[in-house]
């Protein structure tokens, strides 16, 4: 069994995991969630760095936590690994940063041009959130209408700030074990770009789930038993090496 730590995307929180954790729990895992600073604590926008993400998801982490990332969170978990070991990384439909790229500046070398207009700045600048509107489009086509209604009750400001900021990839990420779960339905990600993203990982490492951007609503049975399966593919450090 793992103890497997949560990290949210953009616009999102620790909510947006309300169906995951149970179905990951019924396998045996401990599960955790974050809220990355920014995300209902109060703290200005304007305030929030990249390390300041970086350094909370790290704080979260034991040699024995997997960290799932989800779709920006890939900046945040990579960037931990400079001050924390984790046993292992899962990309769930996930930026993989590139060394002296930014979030932004990797949305840009997409593909596809998916956010556009539906993302609206707030009036100082230093954030932007989704518009209801568009929302159910980009993120939650394939959500059953509870989900859907739950997330754009909860949908919150995205601080611009750490998705401008370039990530240096650290030393350590090569050698540790990581896994990308690619949704093939997704709007906001392209397929395509997340295949890209993974084109020199091994095959085993890769994985396919038929779901939009957020499979933790759309298919929490399916990713759990995904996640499960995985994590039994990561080695457990307590456990000696045959």
Known sequence: MADILLVHGSCHGAWCWRDLIPALTAYGHTVRTIDLPGHGDGRSPADVSLDDSCRAVAAQITPDTIVVGHSWAGFPITGAVAHACPRGLIYLCAYVPISGMSLIDMRRAGPRQTIGSAAVKSEDGHSYTI?????????????????????LDHICPQPIRPQ??????????????????????????????QASMTADWP???V????????????????????????TANIPDPSEPRR
């Open 207 to 230: 994985h396919v789930l038929d779901s939009a951007h957020s499979p933790f609503f759309a298919a929490p049975g399916p990713l759990a038993r995904l996640i499960d399966q995985i």
């Open 131 to 151: 518009h209801p509107d568009a929302a159910p489009e980009l993120f939650y086509h394939d959500c059953p209408p509870d989900a859907v209604s739950f997330a």
């Open 203 to 205: 095959d085993a490492q």
């Open 164 to 193: 401008a900021t370039p990530l240096t990839v650290p030393d350590r990420w090569s050698s540790l074990p990581k896994h990308y779960i690619r949704c093939t339905q997704d709007r906001t990600i392209p397929p395509e770009y």
